[in-house]
């Protein structure tokens, strides 16, 4: 079978490669990325050289670079390719939608032309919007994006379905929590926290640090994907979850506990514009199929964390130039 993972030189879309190049042994993957600040050939480079693995450096938003590899044959095309960090879409929407929006549109338009046995749609759990204690989404629910990284995946997520309603294309969605794990690019919160705190820098917590977000080991969203291609219903939505909601202070906890760090390093900034207090994702529909998480928040922390300790080589050298000046700009004034 051959994949098409865009996005693969990312931090999900790596962690899939590496999760079918390890796995699945007759499988061949074709690795489309942009190499954006966030596109790391690093998280990838085992598999340079394998003739079942081939890298294809791109925009998805370009059709002259898309249409060729469906042309040759595609099974499934699973589509990580985005832009994701939400503060980054506060300070400027328009990548997001370029990407998000406007790339899934060519993709589509490759496997509506071309033909794919699935085309799947890698979703948020953000296009929820904020969720009130004591309730889940379930996929019905309506989306209520609030920030502009949200919308354009919500937007990216509903043209997909739209592509399977009016032309068939056989498209699934999934829509899935926070995701942890090695490979992260040190902007997001557990990988930024913890690199700052293996150089004793002090970490920017938001607001109270209450917001509750639930969180899913890599692993086990690329076994939800894995499952959803197998078994997923052609047009239907699925949520992955971890089942691990956690106030952020608590990872923060767990984080300064791991490394051994002072509560000096802690420092409380300014609020995220239109920050969503909660996430959370009922899975039963996923796991009907067979699909449960198994890696514990804990032991995966650790591991991750102790990842990052191990491989200052991956992190050291992301952290300099325009990743500073990016940092500079976001916290200096909260």
Not at 7 to 33: C, K, Q, R, T, W
Not at 110 to 119: D, N, Q, R, Y
Not at 293 to 310: C, H, Q, R, S
Request: with cysteine; net charge negative.
């Amino acid at each position: 079978m051959r994949y098409l993972v865009t996005g693969g030189a990312g931090f999900i879309g790596s962690n899939f490669v590496h999760f079918i190049m390890d796995n699945y042994p007759d499988a061949e993957v074709i690795n489309l990325d942009k190499l954006t600040y966030a596109g790391n050939l690093d998280n990838v480079k085992e598999y340079v050289g394998n003739p079942r693995y081939s890298f294809v450096h791109g925009d998805i938003a370009d059709a002259k670079v898309v249409d060729p590899i469906f042309e040759k044959g595609v099974d499934y095309c699973v589509n990580f390719a985005a832009e994701t960090h939400v503060d980054r879409s506060i300070g400027d929407p328009s990548e997001f939608i370029t990407t998000d929006v406007f790339g899934t549109y060519v993709l589509l338009e490759a496997a509506k032309k071309f033909g794919v046995k699935k085309f799947i749609q890698i979703c948020t759990d953000e296009v929820y919007g904020t969720i009130e204690p004591g309730r889940s989404s379930v996929e019905t629910d309506p989306l209520m994006p609030r920030n502009p990284y949200s919308a354009s995946k919500a937007g990216a997520d509903r043209l997909a379905y739209s592509y399977f309603a009016t032309y068939g294309v056989p498209v699934c969605i999934t829509r899935a929590s926070n995701n942890y794990g090695i490979y992260h690019y040190p902007e997001k919160m557990i990988p930024l926290f913890v690199t700052n705190l293996l150089e004793d820098r002090p970490v920017p917590i938001y607001g109270d640090g209450k917001n509750v977000r639930d969180w899913l080991h890599t692993l086990d969203h690329c076994r939800g994907i894995q499952t959803v291609i197998e078994k997923g219903v052609i047009g239907e939505v699925y949520n992955i979850g971890g089942g691990n909601e956690r106030q952020n202070i608590e990872v923060v906890d767990l984080i300064f506990k791991h490394l051994n760090k002072p509560e000096s390093l802690k420092t409380f900034v300014k609020d995220r514009l239109g920050h969503d207090r909660r996430y959370s994702l009922c899975c039963d529909k996923l796991k009907a199929l067979g699909w449960q998480p198994i890696v514990k928040f804990e032991e995966g922390l650790a591991k991750t964390i102790d990842w990052y300790v191990n491989n200052r080589w991956w992190w050291e050298k992301i952290k300099s130039g325009e990743y500073w000046e990016y940092y500079k700009k976001q916290y200096q004034d909260r």
